[in-house]
């Protein structure tokens, strides 16, 4: 039986460097699509694959990201693995969704890797077991921390108002919520915030102990924000959260 290999990305060359990966396997069909909207029309017609490799990120002003593509292919019950390029620190939030709404994904591939993790999850695939998922521990570990980030739908409009305003009641106005609410949200938040970037990108954070504890809550916060804000403001996050649990 030949062996089908969905891979989303918007850069054809990572679908060529597939296929070339796996040449040396006859039983093994690569096809790409550019976009999750492509792959959710293909697999209306479509839905015979066995592996897919999927891509985050789909270039600024991109409607969807790689937890739509993740979406329609549980739908279809293919499983997924994750590639992402090295270095893409403003992709961390993207990764910890993944593994909050769809713990059954596979594993991550970093796109660098070159081809013997692509060769062994194929070979995985036929030998009717999971790969190895070494890369991709620390963000399961670390996957209860977004929903500490975002504990309701509404929290994003505040996360949405920290990435242009940096004071309280500029924040608090484009949020519509009172600057109490602001105060509160960015207290909570900071030890998040220091949590992820710690156990995530190696980064300490001193202990917040200033006179002005507000202000550098507000600076903090909002500097993350802004490294995120891919995240915060894509389409698909927000309908994921509208879909999960109230978790306050």
């Known amino acids: ?33 550019r976009s999750p909207r492509d792959l959710a029309d293909l697999l209306a017609v479509d839905s015979d694959f066995q592996l897919a490799f999927v891509d985050l990120h789909y270039g600024r002003g991109a409607t969807e990201s790689g937890l739509a593509a993740l979406g329609s292919l549980a739908e279809h019950e293919i499983p997924s693995i994750v590639q992402t390029a090295d270095g893409e ?11 909050t709404f769809f713990p059954d994904t596979w594993t991550l591939v970093p796109k660098a890797a070159g081809h013997e993790p692509i060769r062994r999850a194929v070979a995985a695939l036929r030998a009717g077991y999971r790969p190895e998922d070494g890369a991709a521990r620390r963000y399961k570990k670390a996957a209860p921390l977004l929903t500490r980030l975002v504990t309701r739908p509404s929290d ?15 924040v608090a106005q484009a949020a519509h919520v009172s600057k109490r609410v602001v105060s509160q949200f960015t207290a909570d938040r900071r030890p998040v ?4 970037e710690a156990d995530l990108l190696g980064r300490r954070l001193g202990p917040g102990t200033g006179p002005d504890e507000r202000g550098a809550n507000l600076l903090e916060v909002s ?8 995240f915060f403001s894509a389409p698909d996050v927000e309908r994921l959260f509208s879909r999960a649990p109230d978790r306050r």
Do not use: C, K, S, Y
């Not at 089908?4 to 597939?18: A, P, S």
């Not at 620190?89 to 593994?99: C, G, Q, W, Y």
């Not at 915030?193 to 992820?196: C, D, R």
């Open 156 to 170: 994003l409009l505040i996360w949405r108002a920290l990435l242009n305003n940096f004071r309280e009641p500029q």
């Open 1 to 33: 039986m030949t062996i089908r290999i969905m891979v989303v990305d918007d850069f054809l060359g990572v679908e060529t460097d597939m296929a070339r990966a796996l040449d040396d396997a006859g039983d093994v069909e690569v096809v790409g699509t």
């Open 193 to 196: 915030v220091a949590q992820i």
């Open 223 to 230: 500097a993350f924000a802004r490294l995120h804000a891919d």
């Open 89 to 99: 620190d403003n992709r961390l939030l993207f990764l910890l969704a993944v593994f």
